[in-house]
């Protein structure tokens, strides 16, 4: 990717598409994801983005012809400004409940002041329901799987769900996010002191689900751009099935975390 075409990927307003099924990217721009689950008894949005993003999911999600206010859940994959900041105004606009994890229910509602970065605070919003790990979240006969899987935040959640499409069935799997956050130490963190077994534990736990369509919290950690390209370029196979895509990001994720970790205990 040019430099010229990593500004647009990350300022440029994206256009809403279908990935598969009843699954459609409405994120503001492909940086930061969000997607809308449809089904006929109303739609399941996870990740709003940031306040200012708001216009711009409400835009592709009609621009696709659907209707805001037929929005009914609203879900999130960690709690972070960038992916709930925009949870209160949409909360305004549709009046969806709002599900989350207990860990990260208490971060949002404190709009970022209890996030162990010490981030700038955002607009604070507060859950209609908490979910546990394991839950499944149902509407209008789909099913979305909310597997915890902490370390980028304490409620760090990763999402699964089904789709059957020309006579098959794919596993899609939405990555809440296994990234250190920067400047953050894994050990000793009087903040979070169980990070480092929350990681380990939640690369376990990514490992054993199963993944046909590779989606995650951010575009670029699931290739979109280059995705984008070819579903635009048509073709027989949906470019998102990618589940070597798939465990190619938890392995380099993986080795991020074992190398830093390393480094901290004084390993060479």
Same mark, same amino acid.
């Given at each position: 990717?040019?430099?010229? =075409?990593?500004?647009?990927y990350?300022? +440029?307003? &994206?256009?809403?598409?279908r990935?598969? !099924?009843?699954?459609?990217?409405? #994120?503001?721009?492909?940086h930061?994801?969000?997607?809308?689950?449809?089904?006929?008894q109303?739609?399941?949005l996870?990740?709003?983005g940031?306040?200012?993003s708001?216009?711009g999911?409400?835009?592709?999600?009609?621009?696709?012809?659907?209707?805001?206010r037929?929005v009914e859940?609203?879900l999130?994959?960690?709690?972070?400004?960038?992916?709930i900041?925009?949870?209160?105004?949409?909360?305004?606009?549709?009046?969806?409940s709002?599900?989350?994890?207990?860990?990260?229910?208490?971060?949002?509602?404190?709009?970022?002041?209890?996030?162990?970065? =010490?981030?700038a605070?955002?607009?604070? +919003?507060? &859950?209609?329901?908490?979910?546990?790990? !394991?839950?499944?979240?149902q509407? #209008?006969?789909v099913?979305?799987?909310?597997?915890?899987?902490?370390?980028?935040?304490?409620?760090?959640?990763?999402?699964?769900?089904v789709?059957?499409?020309?006579?098959?069935?794919y596993?899609?799997?939405?990555?809440?996010?296994?990234?250190?956050?920067?400047g953050?130490?894994?050990?000793?963190?009087?903040?979070?002191?169980?990070?480092?077994?929350?990681f380990?534990?939640?690369?376990?736990?990514?490992?054993?689900l199963p993944c046909?369509?590779?989606l995650?919290?951010h575009?670029?950690?699931?290739?979109?751009?280059?995705?984008?390209?070819?579903?635009?370029?048509?073709?027989?196979?949906?470019?998102?099935?990618?589940?070597?895509?798939?465990?190619?990001?938890?392995?380099?994720?993986?080795?991020?975390?074992?190398?830093?970790l390393?480094?901290?205990?004084?390993?060479?």
């Open positions: 990717m040019t430099a010229e =075409e990593d500004q647009e990350r300022t +440029a307003r &994206a256009k809403p598409f990935i598969i !099924g009843n699954i459609y990217f409405v #994120g503001a721009t492909l930061n994801s969000s997607y809308l689950i449809t089904t006929p109303g739609h399941i996870l990740d709003t940031h306040e200012y708001v216009q999911v409400r835009e592709n999600i009609e621009s696709l012809g659907f209707q805001l037929d859940i609203m999130s994959s960690h709690a972070h400004h960038d992916h900041g925009g949870h209160p105004l949409m909360k305004e606009l549709t009046g969806a709002i599900l989350v994890t207990e860990a990260d229910a208490d971060v949002m509602s404190t709009g970022g002041k209890s996030d162990f970065r =010490e981030r605070p955002w607009k604070p +919003a507060k &859950a209609d329901r908490i979910i546990g790990d !394991g839950e499944r979240i509407l #209008g006969g099913t979305l799987v909310a597997h915890l899987t902490p370390g980028h935040t304490k409620g760090c959640t990763t999402w699964t769900t789709v059957n499409e020309g006579g098959q069935t596993d899609i799997v939405f990555v809440g996010g296994m990234g250190i956050n920067s953050v130490p894994l050990v000793g963190n009087s903040k979070y002191p169980n990070m480092v077994e929350d380990a534990r939640s690369f376990a736990k990514l490992k054993s046909d369509i590779f995650a919290a575009g670029y950690w699931f290739n979109i751009w280059e995705k984008v390209k070819r579903l635009e370029q048509g073709g027989r196979i949906n470019p998102f099935i990618d589940p070597q895509g798939y465990r190619d990001y938890i392995e380099e994720k993986e080795l991020t975390y074992l190398e830093q390393k480094l901290e205990r004084g390993g060479s």
